[in-house]
């Protein structure tokens, strides 16, 4: 069975740490991405990836980072958490030109 | 701008009652228009899909929708609803990006099923 895993559901952190959020993905997937779920506003696209090294910014990059090290892993980068970076992030994989988005279980962060 | 609304935010229905979400999109091109639906503590599974072709289009979970090009909407249907369905269902539109493809999403519709 194919698979996104995000190492953590829950997570809480203080302000003004550094967070990493990690995804794997076994499929061979070319396309990775983080999006943010906040109720009443959706999914809101952060960060994504088209290839090993690679990045392009979504919709709310700002305070954000991304790293692509191996194409199976997509880290999320939280320089300096804020108590407004609380929510939960969901990351995503899929073929180069597929919208057939494959999602992980997502991460509930909390900011204190 | 591309964005996707979903104008209902939360919806009760009684089993075996037939349902309706609504879904209307911007989008310039031709859209591909999807429905994911995300049960609770639980990632996004893809319901259906639209890519061109028949604009009635059947998905897992008995679910179907209809793309009305003229209306910009993307309705999700179901005939009989199961105790099951109860979730929150997502709305989003496949879009080109600067030669990459990205998808926008609505804001979603919380369904609650009453016995």
């Known amino acids: 069975d194919v698979k996104v895993t995000q190492s953590s559901r829950y997570l809480v952190k203080r302000t003004g740490e550094k967070v990493f959020l990690e995804c794997v993905q076994d499929?061979?997937?070319?396309?990775m991405f983080w999006y943010r779920q906040d109720p009443g506003l959706g999914l809101r696209l952060i960060y994504f990836?088209?290839?090993?090294?690679?990045?392009e910014k979504g919709d709310i990059p700002e305070g954000y980072s991304v790293s692509r090290e191996k194409k199976e892993r997509f880290s999320l980068i939280l320089e300096s958490a804020s108590t407004n970076q609380t929510s939960m992030y969901l990351c995503?994989?899929?073929?180069?030109?597929?919208?057939?988005?494959?999602f992980g279980s997502g991460t509930r962060l909390t900011v204190v | 701008a591309q964005s996707v609304t979903q104008p209902d935010i939360h919806i009760t229905v009684s089993e075996g009652a037939s349902l309706e979400l609504r879904c209307n999109y911007s989008?310039?091109?031709?859209?591909?228009l999807f429905w994911y639906v995300q049960s609770p503590g639980q990632g996004l599974q893809l319901l259906l899909k639209?890519?061109?072709?028949?604009?009635l289009v059947q998905g897992i979970k008995g679910f179907e929708a209809e793309f009305k090009r003229s209306q910009s909407s993307f309705n999700l249907r179901k005939p009989s609803v199961h105790w099951s369905d109860a979730a929150e269902y997502f709305c989003?539109?496949?879009?080109?990006?600067?030669?990459?493809?990205?998808?926008?999403f609505g804001a979603g519709t919380r369904l609650a099923v009453h016995p």
């Open positions: 995503a994989s899929s073929f180069w030109q597929d919208y057939g988005y494959t």
């Open positions: 989003a539109v496949g879009v080109d990006s600067g030669g990459y493809n990205k998808l926008i």
């Open positions: 990836s088209y290839d090993v090294k690679m990045k």
């Open positions: 499929m061979d997937h070319e396309n």
């Open positions: 639209y890519f061109s072709g028949d604009t």
């Open positions: 989008y310039g091109a031709t859209p591909y």
